[in-house]
């Protein structure tokens, strides 16, 4: 399985952090700041697979809040089997990195 992630890596990682993100992804500004933050502030490797294949939710895009009958047809985009594998391709993937 081929995940894409965003990965906060510092010099000398002591462990790993496994972060599953919200509806907004990988490339969002908050969610990268904080993950950054959190790798400078424990020394840990953080990594957070991109889980909706460059599809996050966005309300411009899809029309409605997640609340909406739009969100669900967003939601089906992702089907919880492949969402799945691709933690578990994750975490073999952060595991194999601090071995």
Partial sequence: VNVNAVVSDPEAPVSGILVLLDVFGVRDE???????KLAVETGC????PD?????PWDAEVYGGST???AYETWRSLHPPERVVEDI????????????
């Fill in 30 to 36: 908050r969610n990268l700041r904080w993950m950054d």
């Fill in 45 to 48: 490797l953080v990594f957070a």
């Fill in 51 to 55: 889980l909706f294949r460059t599809k």
């Fill in 67 to 69: 609340s909406s009958p």
């Fill in 88 to 99: 578990r391709a994750s975490s073999r993937f952060l595991r194999s990195k601090l071995q």
